[in-house]
């Protein structure tokens, strides 16, 4: 009876990953790029149709990709010049390194938020 069978909660979160520094995160975490009918572009809705690749919020992980090139071998394709500056762009908006996980925060303070019953 000591046995405590503990399931670990499943969670069926796609997971995909980073093309830039290769680790694997719930599909969430992630911003999707994808080659589309009208050009490469960033895709925040993930619904854009057309092969996509994956790449932290992160400046670092997209200046990465876009160096190395592996943005255009992920999506097997060249970026025109005006795509690339338009993922540079997009890249300058995002934080450098990972600061508060902007989900995490919010899971934590509506935690924190539920009406604690006052005795
Ligand atoms: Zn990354």
Redesign the pocket.
Known sequence: MAKTNKQPRKRSIPQRM?I??R?QEGKRALVRVVRGASGVQVDPTGKLSGRGAY??P?RG?WEKALETRGLQRALRTALTAEEMDRLREFAQTLPVTEADDPVADAVTSAVEKSPSTDE
Do not use: N, P
């Open positions: 980073c830039a520094c680790e790449l932290h992160l992980c």
